[in-house]
């Protein structure tokens, strides 16, 4: 818990199907509209989230990698994506009901003021610059940030 | 309680989690004791606008439900 007034809310998104982010994005968005001090902690496949629409890759492997990662527009659902059919299909079958896009909630994020911070370990592994990350981004921050970020929040969540 | 609406949120046909996330909007922008009506058609606001007002300390005055339509009253406490 946190020792002041002000609760807190910390999540982690891992995932990076748009399916999950999105279901992060909800909860993050409604936690900072309730007042709560929020943060998102992107790891692994999680940094497709805020990665631009950029080639990302040193390597072989990096690039290889870059080659496959989207941006927040481009991943596809953890279920059901039949090679991008299935991300079609829930666009629209979202925007037949007006349900707010990605892109937006991570903007509707980045107004309410949540702080986004990326993991360093992952942009190591997989070669991704904080030039290649959308410019609201915090510096990148290891495992220990976030852990302490966590202790002080009154909610956790891993996504 | 005297209930002179300062300002109205139109969040019809806004699905969730933004009925919610435009009524914190909206409430920043009007003063202590002042009164925000939100409308809203997510049935699913009538749980969630409770539920910020509860967390968030403001008072709902009162919330009825039209035709289709939610109408919401809220007085900004801090």
Same mark, same amino acid.
């Given at each position: 818990m946190s020792d002041n007034e002000t609760k807190k809310?910390?999540?982690?998104?891992?995932?990076?199907?748009m399916d999950k982010i999105m279901g992060a994005f909800i909860i993050a968005t409604t936690a900072a509209a309730m007042d709560m001090e929020t943060s998102i902690f992107f790891t692994f496949w999680g940094l497709q989230a805020v990665k631009k629409k950029v080639k990302t890759g040193r390597g072989l492997f990096g690039r290889m990698?870059?080659?496959?990662?989207?941006?927040?527009? #481009?991943?596809?659902?953890?279920? $059901?994506?039949?090679?991008g059919i299935g991300r079609w299909m829930f666009k629209k079958m979202m925007k037949d009901q007006d349900v707010t #896009?990605?892109?937006?909630?991570? +903007? $509707?994020?980045?107004?309410?003021?949540?702080?986004?911070?990326?993991c360093q370990m992952s942009m190591d592994v997989m070669e991704i610059d904080a030039?290649?990350?959308?410019?609201? $981004?915090?510096?990148?921050?290891?495992?220990? #940030?976030?852990?302490?970020?966590? +202790? +002080?929040?009154?909610i956790t969540l891993f996504v | 309680m005297d209930q002179v609406t300062t300002k109205t949120l139109d969040a019809r046909g806004l699905k969730c989690p933004m009925p919610v996330v435009k009524t914190k909007q909206a409430i920043d922008t009007i003063e202590i004791d002042e009164v925000l009506e939100v409308l809203a058609t997510d049935p699913g606001s009538m749980a969630d606008i409770t539920a910020w007002c509860k967390s968030t300390g403001?008072?709902?005055?009162?919330?009825?439900?039209?035709?289709g339509v939610f109408k919401f009253h809220i007085r900004r406490v801090k």
């Open positions: 809310c910390s999540i982690v998104v891992f995932s990076g199907d990698l870059g080659f496959m990662f989207g941006d927040i527009d #481009t991943i596809g659902p953890s279920k $059901m994506n039949f090679g #896009t990605l892109p937006e909630l991570r +903007q $509707m994020a980045i107004d309410l003021g949540i702080k986004l911070l990326p030039d290649d990350l959308i410019d609201e $981004m915090e510096d990148p921050v290891g495992a220990a #940030t976030y852990v302490l970020e966590a +202790q +002080q929040a009154d | 403001n008072e709902l005055l009162n919330m009825e439900k039209g035709e």
